[in-house]
């Protein structure tokens, strides 16, 4: 296929860190474009926007049901477009496109309720579109790796998993000033929770990705330390699996001296295995012997750059494979598709579900 493929953006305006992330790294990839977008709800923040990335002033749009609309008219229509804003409008902005028949790329978590959730993989599952949810930390070519030894049966039967994700820019209150925290501490645009969808979503997902197990039951604790927050700045969940395996996981944003601490540690029944975003390229094996079996990844890119990278790059490689005829589905992708969006939904909410009720065990679906 010799044409190139070409996206639009909603949300992620030239003041915005996770619009330039996301615009990085489909450079990095280099197969794609940006041609379109409405970048803010202020129009003369999109115009900015747009000058700077070179885009034509007339795929430049007031707002996002016009940019679905215009684009799905054009012959040269985006390929996909990417859902850059708080959660509360993610629902709304992809359900626009996917009726339009535009592909999707949306920020995680997918929506601020399980129902929206079934209902945009039901429109896309309908209408033949992809939809990816950009769970960037499963895109390290180490986690791939880790996921396929696990599938292998070397580190023997799972038992326990043990995963942490701690940050600290939340220990004081700081949404008075801070745009990042007031809107994910704000229930209108936040959604159910703060940290377990903020962060917990990545956690569940990693999780999900390597050992590939169901939950059966949970029982989460979601703390607010924080005086006058309306939603979690901490979040422990006890995880029972199918399986019987057994699983602990822990997120917080109010660990003071923590910048961005996600690591985890999976057991099995002939080895452990260890990874930590610190150290991304790097996954570490340990076996009975105490014997650690070190397994590097040397990649020019660091950083969360080549999960981001290569997020895009699967995403990318399984469009360009649909357009030329293969049978590429939300249940087939290589990328982190609606289905594991609708998962991270259910995971949210049946922790508020149980939190709420005392810290109590409830069912996993």
């Not at 619009?19 to 115009?47: M, P, Q, W």
């Not at 477009?81 to 629902?91: E, K, L, M």
């Not at 995963?163 to 990042?180: C, F, P, R, S, T």
């Not at 290589?334 to 609708?342: D, E, P, R």
Request: aromatic share 8%; with cysteine; charged share 30%.
């Amino acid at each position: 296929m010799s044409k190139r493929i070409t996206y639009g953006m909603v949300g992620g305006s030239i003041d915005s860190m996770i619009g330039e992330a996301h615009r990085n790294a489909i450079l990095l990839d280099g197969r794609a474009s940006i041609v379109s977008g409405c970048f803010s709800r202020d129009y003369k923040k999109t115009l900015k926007t747009g000058k700077k990335w070179d885009i034509k002033k007339d795929r430049l749009y007031e707002n996002y049901f016009e940019m679905a609309e215009e684009e799905s008219k054009k012959k040269n229509k985006i390929d996909f477009v990417v859902i850059a804003t708080p959660n509360s409008s993610h629902y709304e902005i992809a359900k626009a496109f996917l009726e339009k028949g535009i592909n999707v790329v949306c920020d995680k978590p997918l929506t601020t309720r399980v129902k929206e959730a079934e209902e945009l993989k039901q429109l896309a599952d309908d209408n033949d579109l992809l939809l990816c949810v950009t769970y960037s930390y499963v895109g390290y070519p180490v986690i791939s790796l880790a996921r396929h030894k696990i599938e292998k049966g070397e580190l023997g039967e799972i038992r326990f998993v043990n995963v942490q994700y701690i940050q600290g820019w939340l220990a004081k209150k700081i949404e008075d000033e801070n745009k990042q925290a007031q809107w994910r501490l704000d229930p209108n645009q936040s959604g159910l929770a703060n940290t377990t969808a903020d962060i917990g979503s990545h956690v569940e997902n990693m999780v999900s990705y390597l050992i590939g197990k169901e939950i059966d039951s949970l029982c989460a604790r979601l703390d607010t330390f924080v005086e006058s927050r309306k939603l979690e700045d901490n979040s422990t969940v006890m995880i029972n699996f199918k399986d019987k395996s057994k699983g602990l996981l822990f997120m917080s944003q109010i660990a003071v001296g923590e910048n961005n601490n996600f690591n985890l540690s999976v057991y099995g029944s002939e080895a452990t295995l260890k990874w930590s975003f610190k150290q991304a390229n790097k996954l570490t094996i340990l076996h009975e012997d105490h014997e650690e079996e070190i397994i590097q990844n040397v990649d020019e890119i660091s950083g969360t750059n080549i999960g981001f990278k290569n997020t895009y790059s699967t995403f990318i490689t399984d469009l360009v494979s649909k357009k030329n005829g293969e049978i590429i589905t939300n249940d087939n992708a290589h990328f982190q598709s609606v289905n594991a969006g609708l998962r991270g939904m259910r995971f949210i909410e049946k922790c508020v579900e149980s939190s709420k009720n005392g810290g109590v065990w409830v069912k996993g679906r």
